[in-house]
């Protein structure tokens, strides 16, 4: 009986091996692992080396790309949210009206990190009689007045003009951030700002084209 049970424990002991998973196999010491890098809007991902990769991260430090773009984003912003506001009284498109809204609901958020980011970073946040310079996009003093003097059909089109190439300029501010940037965050608004301003200029040249 003994023996037999002996023989009973080693066949179960042979057979609990033979069912164990195997290890993953591991890379060759010395053999990097390569990593995968998500492209910016409208690019592909690409395949970099680890030390590459190491300069690639964003980090929770600013540098001084990221806290001018957060402060000429935020004069930039403000513009966008007067031209908006005019268009209820203004506008003749209903559905300009609603580009509008949808405009300062995403904006005016923006603002409001982009000031909390500046105070937490112990930079300057710019006041409201701040200069525009040259920023990309951005509406001359003249436009703007041309614009709250206009209404009906003369304000949609002169207001998708200007807004058109004023997301085209925000887009390209977001381009030269993700470029030279190294905050997480700010690198994050930026890709938003890309990403939702450029899905409105798709929306607004097809209004702009129906408009005639």
């Known amino acids: 009986m003994r023996a037999a049970l002996l023989l009973l424990a080693a ?16 890379a060759a010491a010395g053999s990097p692992v390569p990593i995968i890098v998500p492209g910016r809007p409208g690019e592909d991902a ?11 991260v964003p980090t929770p430090t600013a540098n001084a790309a990221d806290v001018k773009y957060v402060q000429d984003m935020i004069i930039h912003h403000r513009q966008a949210l007067d031209m908006a506001g005019l268009a209820p009284a203004r ?16 904006q005016g958020p923006e603002i409001q990190f982009m000031t909390s980011w500046l105070q937490q970073q112990g930079q300057r946040v710019p006041d409201h009689h701040a200069g525009h310079g040259d920023m990309p996009g951005m509406a001359a003093p003249e436009q703007l007045e041309a614009l709250k003097a206009a209404s009906g059909e003369d304000f949609d089109r002169l207001f998708l003009d200007l807004m058109i190439a004023h997301h085209r300029g925000a887009i390209t501010m977001s381009e030269q951030v993700l470029g030279g940037g190294s905050h997480i965050k700010i690198e994050e608004l930026a890709n938003e700002v890309s990403v939702t301003q450029g899905a409105e200029i798709r929306r607004m040249l097809e209004m702009r ?4």
């Open 11 to 26: 066949a179960l002991s042979l057979t609990a091996c033979s069912a164990a998973p195997e290890p993953p196999p591991r």
């Open 46 to 56: 690409r395949t970099v080396g680890p030390a590459e990769a190491a300069t690639l």
């Open 91 to 106: 506008a003749r498109s209903i559905p300009l009206k609603g580009l509008a809204s949808r405009i300062a609901d995403s």
């Open 209 to 212: 084209a129906a408009a005639g």
